[in-house]
């Protein structure tokens, strides 16, 4: 069954780090566009950092000085690096891997880890 699962979501104070991983299941990352998206209750789910497979990322403004996007292809994941965290980045943040080819129409999502940042 190819899905990608994330980890590394819990309690983090402001000013602190987080770490999350996306795992793909099944396949390999080599041609697809991974991102991180998360959803705070009441708000709308909102694109939060971009890897794509020619090697360029993007970065919500919200989220740009403070959270990295990578890839480790030795293990298959790609790494959500979270730092100075604020109340606001509170939600859940889910994973999804797109194949970077339109045509193929694959597209994969993880079920979503919870972060929570608070005194």
């Known amino acids: 069954q190819e899905q990608v699962v994330e980890s590394g979501g819990g309690l983090a104070q402001p000013g602190g780090s987080l770490r999350l991983s996306c795992a793909a299941s099944?396949?390999?990352?080599?041609?697809?566009?991974v991102s991180w998206y998360r959803q705070a209750p009441g708000k709308q789910r909102e694109l939060v950092a971009a890897s794509a497979t020619g090697g360029s990322t993007n970065y919500a403004d919200s989220v740009k000085g403070r959270f990295t996007i990578s890839r480790d292809n030795a293990k298959n994941t790609v790494t959500l690096q979270m730092d100075s965290l604020k109340s606001e980045d509170t939600a859940v943040y889910y994973c999804n891997a797109k194949h970077s080819w339109p045509d193929v129409g694959r597209d994969y999502w993880g079920q979503g880890t919870q972060v929570t940042v608070s005194s």
């Open positions: 099944e396949f390999t990352f080599w041609l697809y566009d």
